[in-house]
């Protein structure tokens, strides 16, 4: 049974830092390619930043360029979400997952989620 479980969310003000993980139970997590989305209140569900098998090619979503880092860490299975100079409107529940084909930046093209780690970001 495939299980990720993201941690590291909370409460920051504008301008902190967060550093968000995702663990997972995927046997061959060294072989996929991982994806971090985000989703605000009555918001559609956002592709944030995704990053290959061997982290030598990462993807991102403009509103987060300069801001955030994805990285990964497959000796221990898991990906991050280094999320730094953070703004009133990163504030959303973060998902991260399991692509399994198609556009990295589309929704539809990961398999398996995660719970979710809230991020809230004061102004």
């Known amino acids: 049974q495939v299980q990720l479980a993201e941690s590291g969310g909370g409460l920051v003000q504008a301008g902190g830092s967060l550093r968000l993980s995702c663990a997972t139970s995927?046997?061959?997590?060294?072989?996929?390619?991982m994806g971090w989305f985000r989703q605000a209140p009555g918001k559609e569900r956002e592709f944030v930043q995704a990053?290959?098998?061997?982290?030598?090619?990462?993807y991102e979503t403009d509103s987060v360029k300069g801001r955030f880092t994805i990285s990964r860490d497959n000796a221990k299975k898991t990906v991050y979400l280094q999320m730094n100079s953070l703004k009133p409107e990163d504030t959303a529940v973060y998902y991260c997952?399991?692509?399994?084909?198609?556009?990295?930046?589309?929704?539809?093209?990961?398999?398996?989620w995660g719970q979710g780690t809230q991020v809230t970001v004061s102004s």
């Open positions: 995927i046997r061959a997590f060294s072989a996929l390619i």
């Open positions: 997952a399991v692509h399994s084909g198609g556009s990295v930046t589309a929704a539809t093209s990961y398999k398996y």
């Open positions: 990053i290959t098998y061997d982290g030598a090619v990462t």
